[in-house]
């Protein structure tokens, strides 16, 4: 049991997104389907105890912190960057679509720190809205 793929990001399949659905009807129907690249992400980044911001700073950044999601990939991984461009965690893989649908469009994200603790472990949460 288990997941079968090649690790890459063709292998993801945004019609199983259960975020796509619009509310009512089927997912992806009509007009009332909504762009995922257009949505406001808020969530709790992964890894980072090991990012680059917390190993130089032995830190997490503060609230209200600015940060980006945009390319390059950090080792094949979405890494949202301070402003200073230092990398403070990674997104869950559930997200890996905004690297194969909002990127090649031009699609990045900007936004703020909105939670972030030293224990028990250190962890950033963000609120990033997207731009074209």
């Keep these: 049991m288990g997941t079968t793929g090649s690790g ?5 399949r945004p019609e199983q997104d259960p975020r796509r ?23 709790s980044l992964e890894d980072v105890a090991r990012s680059p911001y917390y190993t130089s700073h032995s830190s997490v950044p503060g609230l209200g912190e ?12 979405l890494a949202v960057r301070t402003a200073a461009g ?10 890996n679509f905004v690297a194969s649908e909002c990127f ?3 699609v990045t994200y900007d936004g703020a720190v909105t939670d972030s603790a030293l224990a028990p472990v250190p962890s950033v949460g963000v609120r990033l809205s997207p731009r074209a």
């Design 8 to 12: 890459r990001f063709e292998d993801y």
């Design 66 to 77: 600015s940060v980006s999601l945009a390319p390059p990939l950090d080792q094949g991984r």
């Design 86 to 95: 230092e990398i403070i965690g990674y997104l869950p893989t559930r997200l």
């Design 104 to 106: 090649p469009r031009s």
């Design 21 to 43: 659905s619009s509310g009512g009807g089927r997912e992806g129907e009509g007009r009332g389907a909504t762009d995922p690249c257009r949505e406001e992400l808020l969530l």
